[in-house]
Structures are given as structure tokens and as C-alpha cells.
């Protein structure tokens, strides 16, 4: 991990002392930092979410990794009860100033505060690359969804077509970077986003390993060509 004036930046060994305090420095400007970075994709990424989990009024979703809760916040203008889940202190502050509607609770991925199949479906959205053990963040998600409940991982992904993506890791590691530190409230924090990015499984590799935590039913869904995948499954 290495430490600046403006902050710090994670560990591709993703400490969770380590994670959680990189994403407290960039809480104060992360949600506006993320839709300059995405061109403004965020917003469809979560609508997407939204609908990939077929959420009806009334139903409980969990959304783990909620950051500021502008997740929580999309998930819930489907009639479900959404709550929303964080590590870092300091992106729940954030977000409960200017969301105070929303429900968010401080807990770890690894170990949910809530009682066996609380749920009816549950999601992540780019957090489950930085738990360190995402498989046991999985089968701690299946954990805490009912018989038959839905699972939704939101993530970066590998774009498909070859000179897109080509282009598209150009970006990830030279510009993003450059980008950030325009906006960002900690900046070097965007070089670790990139690199653990760079380093996360492609499509049916992230398949596998959802199939392996025990959800059954498991397909993906590339959005923006692949830059970002939604995998689907269902518990069983």
C-alpha cells in the first residue's frame, strides 16, 4: 500500500483495514468521480442491476458494497425494501447526508449481519473484486438469500471485441489515472481500482466461481461491451 498527502491506496492483497480506508478517502466526491470515469454509464450500469433482479414491491434485496447507497437508492425505486451494506465508514457518512432515506448498515461481505435466507434477492455492484476472498463473500451472499432468491453481481468485466479492448485498457491504466485526478478526493486510490480491474476474471471464469460458491442457474450479461458484465443466479 502506498500513502500520499491526498490518501492511500489499497494492496492488491486487499487487506480489508486497507480497503476500507482507501474508500473512506474517496467518499467525500466518489459518486460524482464515477460517472465523470464511466462517461455517465454508472446510471444505466445500476438501472440495468435493477432489472436483472426482477425485484417486486414488497421483496427485501440486499445490496452489498453500497458505498453511498446510490445503488440502494435505484434498487428501491422497484417497490422492494432495499438495505444497503458497506465496509468504509467514511462512504456511509457520505452517503447518509445526502440519502437519509436510505438504509445503510457498516458490515463486512465476509461476514453479513443478518440471519440465514433474510432475503429475497441480493446483489453486488464493483465490490466483490476488492473482498479477498470472493468466493467465501459468494457463498456468505447464498448464505443470507432464501430458497430460490437472486443474486445479481454488477463488475467490470473484459470487453469483447479485441481492438476494443485494446483501447479500453489504455484507458484503465494511462488515462483513468490522469483523469481522476481532477475530481477525485484521492486519486491514487484510482491507480489500485485499475490494476485490481486489470486483474479480475473475465466472464466465465467469474461464471465458475459463482457456480462453485453453490448458486445454481448462473448466466452473464455484457453491458457496454463487455467493459462491465452482469452474472445472474439464482439460489438453490
Given at each position: ?56 414491491p414488497g421483496e427485501r434485496v440486499l445490496d452489498v458494497g453500497a458505498g453511498t447507497g446510490v445503488s440502494t437508492q435505484e434498487l428501491a425505486r422497484s417497490g422492494a425494501y432495499a438495505v444497503g ?66 443474486l445479481v453481481v454488477c463488475e467490470f468485466s473484459t470487453p469483447v471485441n479485441p481492438a476494443f479492448r485494446t483501447v479500453y485498457l489504455s484507458y484503465l491504466m494511462r488515462s483513468l489515472p490522469t ?58
Amino acid at each position: 500500500m502506498s500513502r500520499t498527502p491526498q490518501g492511500q491506496r489499497a494492496g492488491l492483497d486487499k487487506s480489508p483495514t486497507e480497503v476500507a480506508a482507501m474508500f473512506d478517502g474517496v467518499a467525500a466526491r466518489y459518486d460524482l468521480t464515477n460517472t465523470v470515469l464511466s462517461f455517465g454509464q454508472d446510471r444505466s450500469w445500476r438501472r440495468a442491476t435493477r432489472a436483472a433482479l426482477g425485484l417486486l414491491p414488497g421483496e427485501r434485496v440486499l445490496d452489498v458494497g453500497a458505498g453511498t447507497g446510490v445503488s440502494t437508492q435505484e434498487l428501491a425505486r422497484s417497490g422492494a425494501y432495499a438495505v444497503g451494506v458497506d465496509l468504509s465508514q467514511g462512504m456511509l457518512r457520505a452517503g447518509r447526508r445526502v440519502r437519509p432515506e436510505v438504509p445503510l448498515l457498516a458490515g463486512d461481505a465476509l461476514r453479513l449481519p443478518f440471519a440465514d435466507a433474510s432475503f429475497d434477492a441480493v446483489t453486488i455492484s464493483f465490490a466483490l473484486r476488492n473482498v479477498n476472498d470472493p468466493g467465501a463473500a459468494l457463498r456468505e451472499l447464498a448464505r443470507v438469500t432464501r430458497p430460490g432468491g437472486r443474486l445479481v453481481v454488477c463488475e467490470f468485466s473484459t470487453p469483447v471485441n479485441p481492438a476494443f479492448r485494446t483501447v479500453y485498457l489504455s484507458y484503465l491504466m494511462r488515462s483513468l489515472p490522469t483523469v481522476a485526478r481532477t475530481v477525485s478526493s484521492n486519486p491514487d486510490a484510482y491507480v489500485y481500482l485499475a490494476e485490481s480491474i486489470r486483474a479480475w476474471p473475465d466472464q466465465a471464469a467469474l461464471a465458475a466461481r459463482v457456480g462453485a460458491a453453490g448458486w445454481g442457474r448462473v448466466a452473464w450479461r455484457n453491458l457496454t461491451g463487455g467493459v462491465v458484465a452482469l452474472h445472474r443466479a439464482v439460489r438453490a
